[in-house]
């Protein structure tokens, strides 16, 4: 179904396949001329938009496309989370996956769109970009557009900051991306507070061959430590077993490291190679042969780049002097393991521009704020 603006544009509703392809083919228009764009994998953006998708268990979303003639200009998604507004009491819905030619016309009906769908269904506030929930890539970037995003981070337009906000959104947060040298080693405070009171706690690699319960160690973790943080959606199992696919395909068992106490799981840290730095130029295609380029990049030239994935001590360390220790224990023991495949720059990302303990822990391991993401809101 497609509806005329009075600009001439047509915004047109996406269903079917051939309009899904059509809506992932885009971007490439946009960032046909930017060396720092990283295309994603077709095949993941084609499961990933179905319904073999384990967010769509909990939450439903409709994407759209404005077209001036038969020539696409823009697109956008709007999502509702139903565990979203279960665990944060918000009737907030979320637009995503914006792209668009720099004009006004289209920003605004491009929000118009999704507002209106937002709205129609009891929906009071509209948050994002969530591409397509907190817990996948989200935030726009807004500063350090000169490097190419690290695996799961995204890239924009500078103008997009500009339109988005003369279309009624103000900042409600900012993400922090860091980037570090894996060789910096821990500061002698914090040395001597790992002498002290982490003598206690045994931090150990991933148990492949324990692949189930370790992702439920990993989930319970994370969970248990981002509850109460600002925009908090738990991991579903399902949502989780995706993160173990990844883990089979890609991550080491040294990447990921457990801390333990008395046998007790409470901190735990998981880095992941930079894909993007190896599939750059397949331009998002595996076939006919970009998989054999990419397997073979990721086993014979590995990339040099890595960033921090998931991170988290459980709740009731965190306001005590071992949580931070917990936390640089687990990070420095994955920091030893990059070391040894040769990576020399993480990204740790992304950190809540007022996560004062993260902030400080990025800038103890000579941290440098090089990216930053900002997620907009605006009451319906």
Request: charged residues 25%; hydrophobic residues 45%.
């Amino acid at each position: 179904m497609a509806q005329q603006s009075g600009s001439g544009l047509v915004v047109e509703r996406v269903s079917g396949r051939k309009q899904l392809k059509a809506f992932i083919a885009f971007p490439h228009r946009i960032y046909a001329d930017d060396p720092n764009w990283v295309a994603p994998l077709w095949f993941e953006q084609l499961q990933r938009f179905t319904d073999k998708n384990p967010f769509f268990e909990h939450a439903t979303w409709q994407a759209w496309v404005v077209r001036r003639g038969e020539r696409i200009v823009g697109r956008i998604s709007a999502q509702i989370d139903d565990l979203f507004m279960e665990t944060q009491g918000e009737k907030t819905g979320f637009f995503g996956l914006i792209e668009a030619e720099d004009d006004a016309a289209v920003f605004a009906l491009l929000f118009e769109t999704a507002e209106n769908w937002l709205r129609e269904r009891g929906i009071e506030t509209i948050r994002g970009p969530f591409n397509l929930s907190l817990n996948e890539e989200c935030g726009l970037l807004v500063e350090g557009f000169d490097s190419p995003p690290y695996i799961m981070m995204g890239h924009a337009r500078p103008y997009y900051d500009g339109r988005i906000n003369a279309a009624g959104y103000v900042k409600a947060k900012d993400l922090f991306a860091y980037e570090t040298n894996p060789d910096q080693v821990l500061s002698p405070v914090m040395q001597r507070l790992h002498r002290s009171i982490g003598k206690n706690v045994t931090v150990r690699p991933f148990r492949r061959k324990q692949l189930k319960e370790e992702l439920a160690i990993l989930r319970d973790i994370f969970n248990d430590s981002w509850a109460g943080n600002w925009g908090f959606t738990p991991f579903t199992e399902a949502e989780f077993a995706d993160v173990g696919e990844l883990i089979t395909l890609l991550i080491d068992d040294e990447y990921i490291q457990i801390a333990e106490i008395e046998g007790r799981p409470v901190a735990m840290f998981v880095a992941v190679p930079d894909i993007n730095q190896a599939a750059k130029d397949l331009h998002g295609r595996l076939l006919p042969f970009g998989w054999l380029k990419l397997l073979w990049r990721l086993k014979v030239r590995y990339p040099s780049r890595a960033r921090t994935m998931l991170m988290g001590v459980r709740q009731e360390f965190q306001n005590k002097r071992l949580g931070p220790v917990l936390a640089f224990m687990v990070l420095d023991a994955a920091r030893q393991a990059l070391v040894r495949r040769k990576i020399d720059q993480v990204e740790m990302s992304w950190v809540l521009e007022d996560n004062e303990g993260m902030k400080s822990i990025a800038l103890a391991l000579g941290g440098v704020l090089h990216k930053r993401y900002r997620i907009y809101e605006k009451s319906l």
